[in-house]
């Protein structure tokens, strides 16, 4: 299950976001220039295409082989002192992360960036057992200062231009109204250093973990990240259970691609590769470190060949950057933590077809996003296979609620070409009535600002019988 999923809501937000000029504007600008960066920045690798193979490789053959790697990386990890919890969904995701939070004591809690925890609505029930999470990397300081979800996988905040972000900092933090973009994050600095001296436990994400080892690997630009992970006393990193590489050798791979793909940036500014908990006194780092491993549907992707294709995401946001739908509506619109192509299909497979049927419809196909995906993952091919599923649901599911003038439209559809002379007809009919057609039937908005393809005179069909085609 997704928290706060509010998926099947797709078309009203959609079309809302579509009247927002300042949402729009600010998505385009940013996702151009990251877009722009990107391109620039694989363009310095001949061999990108088969960097993009490699990792597709690893990735396969981590899952297909996930429980022999797991057990590896959990005995080593916990072989490092890591103290390793596993959880079978959100709700005993939180719970074991709520007790370890409420045993830091009344601290704050600072988190770092991580879809994971977003996914399981864990700020939401920190607060409802009286903690207080903090988000530290600034994006989500800015959604959370909000009181919204993030619109973007590595930019939270891409929805908000610099005038939202001085209003909201200003009627928030009792700060004097300011537009300059330094200002705004020494401000923002100011407050979270002290959020980090108090806090008792630090939260962060994963993005790789090392099954050899027993070693997780987190990316950042902000600092944030090393903060969370050393100055709490305890350090609970989250993680799916799809995160894993066998060797540390295969990093080599995953860090050209995904910093690349998400930022257009040859390296994250920090790695921060961590294995297990302080040893000494006088060493730097936590205490204790916990790791929690999460399920939550990504088992019954796995037992499917294409659905775990899915599970190789890298969660660069490349696809968003790239999706032309995305461009238009924005995060919000998918009324999931994971928005864009990947969330349209990740969400429905984590969530159920019944409770976000909606979002692989959310899709022009146009294969943009497969074309930028540095693991190669086939966007499109299982939106289809979601689209078909949401039609057609297996035993179990519900099926997407579709109008009526869209089943009458796909009824006569198949009426008229399963015949060839209802077909004729059909062709004929759309010859005669072409014009009204276009003027006030079902597509009229549609035409308003396009050429609609207008039918040839006379169809190929006659042409060739009557000898005219040779
Ligand atoms: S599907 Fe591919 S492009 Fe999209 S976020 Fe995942 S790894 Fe990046």
């Given at each position: 299950m997704i928290a706060h999923l509010h998926a099947q809501e797709f078309p009203e937000r959609a079309r809302d976001a579509l009247t927002d000029g300042p949402l729009r504007q600010a998505i385009a600008r940013a996702t151009d220039t990251i877009g722009d960066r990107r391109a620039k920045a694989v363009l310095e690798i001949p061999e990108w295409e088969e960097l993009r193979e490699q990792a597709r490789a690893v990735k396969a053959h981590t899952l297909a082989r996930l429980d022999h790697y797991l057990l590896q990386f959990v005995g080593n990890a916990e072989r490092q002192g890591i103290v390793v919890h596993w959880a079978r969904d959100h709700a005993e995701a939180c719970s074991i992360l709520g007790d370890l939070a409420a045993a830091a004591g009344a601290h704050p809690i600072a988190k770092s960036k991580s879809m994971v925890t977003e996914e399981i609505g864990l700020n939401r029930v920190l607060e409802e057992r009286g903690l207080r999470p903090v988000e530290t990397d600034l994006g989500e300081w800015i959604v959370q200062l909000a009181g919204e979800m993030p619109s973007h996988i590595i930019v939270p905040a891409i929805h908000k231009s610099r005038q939202q972000i001085a209003d909201l900092f200003a009627s928030k933090l009792n700060v004097d109204r300011t537009e300059d973009p330094a200002e705004l994050t020494r401000i923002a600095r100011r407050i979270l250093r002290e959020e980090f001296v108090d806090a008792g436990l630090g939260i962060s994400g994963v993005n790789f973990a090392i099954a050899e080892t027993g070693s997780i690997l987190l990316l950042e630009n902000e600092g944030n990240i090393r903060l969370t992970t050393s100055l709490p006393k305890v350090h609970v990193a989250v993680m799916g259970v799809?995160?894993?590489?066998?060797?540390?050798?295969?990093?080599e791979v995953f860090l050209r691609l995904l910093p690349r793909s998400g930022?257009?940036?040859?390296?994250?500014?920090y790695q921060s590769l961590l294995t297990g908990a302080k040893r000494r006194l006088g060493d730097e780092g936590p205490e204790a470190v916990h790791l929690l491993i999460l399920d939550n549907g990504r088992s019954s992707m796995l037992r499917n060949e294409l659905e775990?294709?899915?599970?190789?995401?890298?969660?660069?946001?490349a696809c968003l950057n790239a999706c032309p739908v995305y461009r238009h509506v924005?995060?919000?619109?998918?009324?999931?933590?994971y928005p864009g192509p990947i969330g349209a299909i990740v969400t429905p497979q984590l969530a159920g077809i019944g409770a976000a049927g909606e979002l692989p419809f959310a899709s022009s196909l146009c294969g943009a996003c497969r074309d930028v995906c540095p693991v190669k993952i086939d966007i499109p091919r299982m939106l289809l296979r979601l689209r078909a599923r949401a039609v057609a649901p297996s035993p179990g599911e519900s099926a997407r609620p579709r109008p009526w003038s869209e089943r009458l439209g796909f009824r006569l559809w198949a009426w008229a070409m399963t015949s060839a002379s209802r077909y004729r007809l059909t062709s004929r009919l759309a010859r005669w009535f072409h014009g009204p057609l276009v003027r006030f039937g079902p597509l009229r908005a549609w035409c308003a600002d396009r050429e609609p393809p207008r039918p040839a005179p006379r169809p190929f069909r006659d042409l060739w019988e009557k000898g005219s085609i040779q």
């Open positions: 799809e995160k894993l590489l066998p060797r540390l050798a295969d990093l930022t257009g940036q040859r390296l994250t500014t775990r294709e899915t599970l190789a995401c890298i969660r660069c946001g924005g995060g919000h619109s998918y009324g999931s933590v």
